[in-house]
């Protein structure tokens, strides 16, 4: 299977300070692409969080970016 990067649909982008992942949409992609239901994605989530390789932004985990081609809009993620 590949995965999509900085594509409009990708759930992984990279940026000037690492690598994006877009949340939760990569988690559910994991569990789609592994045949496990998509609604344990918050426990994946919470997993992930715990491996503490993720850059954190004060006590929060998920950071925000905002589109240059469309500014209103925001994407939320995990930044490692």
């Known amino acids: 299977q590949v ?3 900085n594509h409009s649909t990708a759930a992984v982008h990279i940026v000037d300070q690492g690598v994006f992942l877009l949340a939760p949409r990569i988690f559910r992609l994991y569990l ?3 045949q ?4 344990l ?3 994946l989530s919470r997993n992930f ?3 503490q390789i993720h850059k954190r932004k004060g006590d929060i985990n998920l950071h ?3 589109l240059k081609r469309a500014p209103h809009k925001v994407l939320n993620g995990w930044l490692i």
């Open 3 to 5: 995965l999509s990067v």
């Open 32 to 34: 789609h692409l592994h």
């Open 36 to 39: 496990l239901d998509e609604c």
């Open 49 to 51: 969080s715990r491996l």
């Open 41 to 43: 994605h918050r426990k």
């Open 64 to 66: 925000q970016y905002h």
